[in-house]
């Protein structure tokens, strides 16, 4: 069994053989590359963030409205709480995993791009 430096120092000096740079500059490249993705992932859970806040307050909304008899028809009701709620759950999820991939690509950048190296297919 090779030892997984000797494996990544081939793969990296593979890789700039193909694209003609040295493999410092590859390895430069994918870290802030991964450093990159960590802040559109850190970007996106703020505007999820800010989604999940919004599907809330008009949510409450809704609610109080609802308690008000504002609501003429039932159904209408009932069809603004599913939608509101599928918001809320989807903002949800993508908090939650968007935030723990920013944590780890911002605080750990070259362990992904030694994954990309290792196994370029599994890497988004």
Same mark, same amino acid.
């Given at each position: 069994?090779?030892?997984?430096?000797?494996?990544?120092?081939?793969?990296?000096?593979?890789?700039?053989?193909?694209?003609?740079?040295?493999?410092?500059?590859?390895?430069?490249?994918?870290?802030?590359?991964?450093? !990159?993705?960590?802040? %559109?992932?850190? +970007?996106?859970? *703020?505007?999820?963030? &800010? #989604?999940? /806040? =919004?599907?809330?307050?008009?949510?409450?909304?809704?609610?109080?409205?609802?308690?008000?008899?504002?609501?003429?028809?039932?159904?209408?009701? !009932?069809?603004?709480? %599913?939608?509101? +709620?599928?918001? *809320?759950?989807?903002? &949800? #999820?993508? /908090? =939650?995993?968007?935030?723990?991939?920013?944590?780890?690509?911002?605080?750990?950048?070259?362990?992904?791009?030694?994954?990309?190296?290792?196994?370029?297919?599994?890497?988004?």
């Amino acid at each position: 069994m090779q030892n997984i430096p000797e494996i990544i120092n081939q793969s990296i000096d593979v890789l700039a053989s193909k694209f003609g740079a040295t493999g410092t500059h590859l390895w430069g490249i994918l870290v802030k590359q991964s450093i !990159i993705q960590g802040w %559109i992932n850190a +970007a996106l859970v *703020i505007i999820f963030i &800010i #989604i999940l /806040i =919004l599907s809330i307050i008009a949510l409450k909304k809704a609610w109080k409205l609802e308690r008000e008899g504002k609501y003429s028809e039932e159904s209408k009701t !009932i069809i603004l709480y %599913i939608f509101r +709620a599928i918001r *809320i759950v989807t903002a &949800i #999820i993508v /908090i =939650l995993t968007s935030s723990t991939t920013a944590i780890k690509q911002l605080s750990n950048p070259e362990y992904r791009a030694i994954q990309t190296i290792l196994n370029p297919n599994t890497v988004n």
